[in-house]
């Protein structure tokens, strides 16, 4: 009988074992490996990298000197090209240096032909269909000094593609250098400046080492949507009617096609009525007429964006442009500047919001004139000054430049086709930089909570996003402009769809004390008699070491 339960009791124990061996060697393994976190790997050294927002702008130069203009020993060199060193444009924080490859050359008889023109803008238009169309690329002309194509006292012709006309000054000994003095202007006229570049980087660039005239322009996105308001504060003495889409059609449009490379635009209009400013505007005997002065403009923006409701339900940026109609008993109504003198265009703007107008109207109608008045808006004065603040908007302003440049007008697009290659060099430096910001913020969050899920749709996005950047940086220092914006806009849209996608939510994963919170009473009833089998095993074991050995 004893025999029998000495080997129930070491059955027992063999069972115990066994449960508490599969449980452990088996079970624990098996639970903690279906339970834990997938984390795809990310390309940490390649964010990291991109920290350092290292870039070189390559900027091509065509030279091309008409017949007459070089002494015969310096024509005989031609072609040839020269490197430029590179220079530093910005602070060492924030490394970017330029560089300037150009190419000298001699006029075909085709480009012949069209420097001997009657006007040079006929020659600009001529010589258009002979460049290559590359963005970024930079074509000077030079002509002899005794050249009619520029008018008497105009040294340097800007035209509105991507080419200018230089005149050659004669009786230097080295006409070559003296050349190349002027076209050095015309390509810091023409191309990106560290001014620019700084404006862009504006966010990541203290104030105080901002210029005092420094706009920071509206950041870069894959879109924006343009909304035109026009505030009727008093329509019961004013029936104020526009033509926006006409006028959207004739002045807008242009504009927006030729930025299409840039981003989406979509452009809506309303009609607010009993919508006023909300700031308070004084008095002024002398005119006979309400000023609104410089102080309070900024306070006029958010009082009238609430009433505006377009940016809660956009997803891009909004761009807002206000034609505002003062009442009746208010006008009419003026805009002085911080020194106290008349705005012209009776307009302001701002940074990143939009512009607003204030449109006043002749009140020289009889009294007993039926109300409210029509009024019919000048379309043409008005979309002057909107096109005018959309260009500051996207920070595509134009330096103050020499007495003897002639520039000329881009004409019903609002932009000239060198104005869009700065705005794209910006553009593509201020899209490398963000996808380096994006990119490390999502870097340092991961490696924060290890408890994030990291998918592998979201992995592929984040190496395609440093993938994208990388070739980006590759292309600007090899001179291809329209490449190197693309790569910047994949590198962004990828980045953007990892950093914003769902399965990063908090709520879709369990922190470890959460985790064991919810299997611990699952797992304890199963637990506890294994382990007091294997405590009282234990105890077992230990009473029989203590116990005498018997001998026969």
Known sequence: MMAADEAEKARGKRAA??????????????????TET??????YAGISALGSLRFQLTVPISVVFAKGTLPGAQQRKLPFTDTKEEQSLLNPKTSLTSRYETTYRSATATEQAALGMATVQEADAALLSLQEDSLGSLTVYVVPETSRLLPQGVGVYVGKHRSAVVRCTQGTEDVLAAVNARVQRVVQAMSFTADSVTTTLSDSVPMDQL???TRRPFKSSLGYEITFSLLNPDPKSHDVHWDMEA?????????????????????????????VLGVTHRFDKASSSFILSALSLPHVINPVEARLGSSATSLYPVLNFLLYVPERVHSPLYIQDKDGAAVETNAFHSPRWGGIMVYNID?????????????????VRVME??????????????????????????GSEGLADWELDCLLWTRTVENIATVSTTLTSLAQLLDKIGNIVIKDDVAS??????????????????????SAFQASKEAVTSSERAF??????????FPDDQKFAIYIPLFLPMAVPILLSLAKILQEAKQSKKEPTKTD
């Not at 997938?38 to 390309?43: E, G, I, Q, T």
């Not at 635009?265 to 009993?274: E, G």
């Not at 996005?461 to 329209?482: D, K, N, P, R």
């Not at 914003?500 to 994963?509: A, E, I, Q, R, V």
């Open 17 to 34: 074992l066994s449960f508490a061996a599969v449980a452990l060697a088996l079970g624990l393994p098996l639970w903690w490996k279906t």
């Open 38 to 43: 997938y984390r795809a790997s990310l390309p």
């Open 211 to 213: 210029g005092a005239d």
């Open 247 to 275: 006028a959207v059609s004739r002045y807008v449009q242009p504009f927006l096609n030729k930025l299409g490379l840039v981003a989406n635009f979509s452009v809506d209009s309303q009609i607010l009525y009993y919508a």
């Open 363 to 379: 009140h020289q109608a009889p009294d007993e004139a039926p109300l409210p008045l029509r009024v019919e808006v000048d379309m």
């Open 385 to 410: 000054v909107f096109l005018a603040q959309l260009r500051l908007l996207f920070g595509i302003s134009r330096a103050p430049l020499p007495e003897e440049f002639l520039l000329e007008s881009p």
């Open 461 to 482: 996005e984040v190496y395609h996003a440093v993938a994208s950047a990388q070739t980006a940086i590759q292309e600007l220092a090899s001179g291809q402009l329209g």
């Open 500 to 509: 914003f996608d769902p399965s990063l939510l908090h709520l879709l994963y």
